[in-house]
């Protein structure tokens, strides 16, 4: 099983005398997450890693605007999972069927002319539920 050190707000949380880690379903919700808010381009050595969702702020909202938003839902989570896959493959013992994002069930948009709020639920691998929101504004 494999873990990150837990978030909250974009800051570390303590834990007592140290720091708390999330595994599982908490870390596969917490990487989805983040994957959703971080702009895409940030990480210069995974220039997959992170989304365009704050682009669709400020622009015309009309028909195609939901379905591009949830586009660019399944491309940044069809990147994690493609990250996971490979992962998986080169070693595959450090992962639980918790953590592992088997398919993209639901994908819930909202979009105001200065806010992107997008819901996301999956299922993992080992048939469990996971859920993620996010909201980007000005």
Do not use: C
């Not at 990150?4 to 919700?29: F, H, M, T, W």
């Not at 595959?92 to 069927?97: D, E, H, L």
């Not at 002319?113 to 996010?134: E, I, K, P």
Request: zero cysteines.
């Amino acid at each position: 099983m494999t873990f990150s050190l837990a978030l909250q707000n974009g800051d570390l949380v303590q834990r007592g005398s140290s720091l708390a880690i999330v595994s599982g379903i908490e870390k596969l919700e917490q990487d989805m997450s983040l994957w959703l808010t971080e702009r895409l381009g940030v990480d210069r050595f995974h220039p997959r890693y992170g989304s365009v969702l704050p682009n669709f702020i400020g622009g015309v909202i009309d028909l195609t605007t939901q379905s591009r938003v949830q586009g660019e839902v399944d491309r940044v989570l069809g990147n994690y999972q493609a990250i996971q896959n490979l992962a998986l493959q080169n070693n595959p013992q450090i992962f639980s069927f918790e953590e592992l994002l088997n398919a993209l069930t639901a994908v819930d948009v909202g979009i105001t002319y200065d806010t992107v709020s997008v819901a996301v639920s999956v299922t993992t691998g080992s048939g469990a539920t996971a859920t993620t929101s996010t909201t980007s504004s000005v």
